[in-house]
């Protein structure tokens, strides 16, 4: 099925790309990496007056370290953050949870800003860039904004972008000293989106006790979502297997799982519970690999 008629638009800057999507509001969509928006297109479930084609931007396919922290454009294919290419390298967290992105075909093409501003609950980089405790850079006519992760997902498919602006990079703090990273990811086939997914970032102390844990959880309600309190029972500890699970037991999950044909919220419930564990677990372990 084709997609509806729609005016195609290519701006050669930053500038003239806000500018268009200004005059044209809610009429216009942008397209980046095309993996969400063509399939939408082509099935006739978005229905813009124009599209903003941002292939040609490429001040939006910068990746910088400024001192403790990593800004990587919006541009930035999934298959670089993959590979770790340049200074996402500090970032193992993006390599890991870009490698279960679709396949190497949806890689090559997707891209992060594409993928944080369609907001899918169940994609890895929106959850990834929750565990990171990322902070979006968007730039609208008004100016330009930075919007910490928590707020930037709003709900199903919704984030804090208004009609003028566009995603131009995300920021995140870089790892310290003894500190892990881990995805553990349950879908059903490779592939495929998470039906639940955790992200965790542990931080040990020279002691090897926590001294600070994220965990994010993807699938497991209409935005990527934080268990804050499993993370503030962890500080402290020292994070053995039987540890964390025993405090992932008895924390409750901030979590609103749905049911539908994959899975029932019950089951997601569940996952989330053992697949938190283990990615706290190997998180820990690969902080404990750094030594004192």
Do not use: W
Not at 48 to 58: G, Q, T, W
Not at 140 to 156: D, M, S, Y
């Amino acid at each position: 099925m084709p997609a509806v008629p729609f005016d195609y638009h290519a701006p050669a800057t930053l500038a003239e790309a806000v500018s268009l999507l200004g005059s044209l509001g809610e009429d216009a969509k942008p397209l980046a990496g095309g993996q969400s928006l063509l399939p939408l297109l082509t099935l006739r479930l978005v229905r813009p007056r124009a599209v903003v084609d941002l292939h040609r931007l490429d001040e939006l396919r910068a990746v910088r370290r400024d001192g403790g922290t990593l800004e990587v454009g919006a541009l930035v294919r999934h298959r670089a953050l993959e590979r770790g290419e340049g200074p996402l390298v500090l970032c193992p967290l993006l390599q890991e949870a870009a490698a279960l992105i679709g396949n190497v075909r949806v890689r090559a093409l997707g891209t992060i800003g594409g993928s944080l501003a369609h907001a899918d609950p169940a994609a890895e980089l929106p959850a990834a860039v929750r565990a990171l405790d990322g902070t979006i850079l968007v730039q609208g006519a008004a100016g330009a904004r930075a919007i910490p992760a928590e707020e930037f997902f709003a709900g199903l498919l919704t984030t804090a972008l208004r009609p003028d602006e566009l995603l131009t990079a995300v920021r995140l703090p870089l790892p310290g000293p003894r500190t892990g990273h881990a995805v553990e990811e349950f879908s059903r086939r490779a592939g495929d989106f998470a039906i639940v997914a955790a992200f965790a970032v542990v931080q040990l102390d020279a002691a090897g006790r926590v001294a600070a844990a994220r965990v994010a959880l993807a699938g497991c309600g209409p935005t990527p979502r934080r268990l804050d309190a499993v993370e503030r029972a962890l500080v402290g500890l020292a994070p053995s297997e039987e540890e964390i699970r025993r405090v992932v037991a008895h924390r409750p999950l901030e979590i609103e799982p749905d049911s539908d044909v994959h899975a029932s919220a019950a089951y997601r419930r569940h996952l989330a519970g053992v697949l938190t564990v283990r990615a706290l677990a190997r998180a820990a372990a690969g902080a404990r690999a750094f030594g004192p």
